[in-house]
Structure formats: C-alpha cells, structure tokens
C-alpha cells in the first residue's frame, strides 16, 4: 500500500514537472503562424484519447472545416488540454457527449469545446486559469492544474481570449478566440 503511494506520488511530481517545463517553454517560443486545420487537428487528438481509452464509449461531434492561423504546436496543446478535459470530466457521466464547433459572435469567430460532465461551481471561475489551482479533488479527477494555465497563456499568446461557463453536473464550455 505505502510503495503504491510513494509511485502515484513520483507519477504525480513526473507529470507536474513536465507541466511546468512546456509552460516555461511555451513563455520563451516565438509564434510561427500557419494555416492550420483545427477540425483535423480534433480528430487526432480524440483518436489517440479513445486508443488509451478503448472501453470507454463517447459521443464525439467534431465540425468540419475549422481553419485559423496560428502556431501549430501551441494550438495543438490547447485542443489536446481542452478535449482531453472534455474526456475526464465527463468519464463518470451516464453518457459522453463532446462537442468542438465555431460561431460567430460580433466581428470574430469563437471556438467551442463542450461537454456534459462534472462542470464547476461558476463561483470559482476566476482559479479555472491560474497555475496549480484546481476546482475538483485529485480523488475525483487526476491533474496538476498545470493544464489550463497553459491554455490560457497560449490563447493571450494568439492575441485571444478563452473563458468558460458551467453548472456542477451539467457540463462546461469552454470559449476562445484567436487573434
């Protein structure tokens, strides 16, 4: 019991260290824009999710033909955080319903993951963003709270901004735009 503690511990450190290297990384990078297929880019993503999850079954609804510019490694993480986050924290729903889609709203496109999972108190929505804080127990969902730091920090990056809206029970939605 103790020696599975101490390697869920030195799994835990693995994961939070190598959080905080890509996001001192990411700080340093200079943006290389490119046309990049995000649709496409989902797809991967939640094609290599579903293989280190093959009994899990989701309902998936990726739309098709979203094209922005921006640096394809930093877009890629944000996709990778925000749809893996989709996957968690909709593992103990009934039913996994994940969606990534575009609207336009005034004079820009915003970009949409949603799902129907744990959500969070909305109360607490000014910690979702910030480095090491965490809405939900480590027992209840795995995570160093490194992730949407990150996000963040790439989307500002982008000259955009991400936010969120959700209902404990319900499901988040997590909005951003590019610039």
Known sequence: MLFKKIIRGGV???????G?????RLEQKELERDRIDLSAMAHTIIADIREHDPERHASVKIEAGIEVSGDKRMLYAVLENLLNNAWKYSSKS???DIRF???????QTVYIVQDQGAGFDMKHVDKLFATFQRLHT???FT???VGLSTVKRVIEKHDGKIWAESEIG???TFYFTLG
């Open 12 to 18: 835990q450190m693995d994961e939070l260290i190598s």
């Open 20 to 24: 905080l290297l890509d996001l001192a």
């Open 94 to 96: 009934k039913q996994t």
């Open 101 to 107: 889609f575009s609207q336009h709203q005034a004079d």
């Open 138 to 140: 480590s027992k209840e």
């Open 143 to 145: 995570g160093t709270g």
């Open 170 to 172: 319900k499901g988040a």
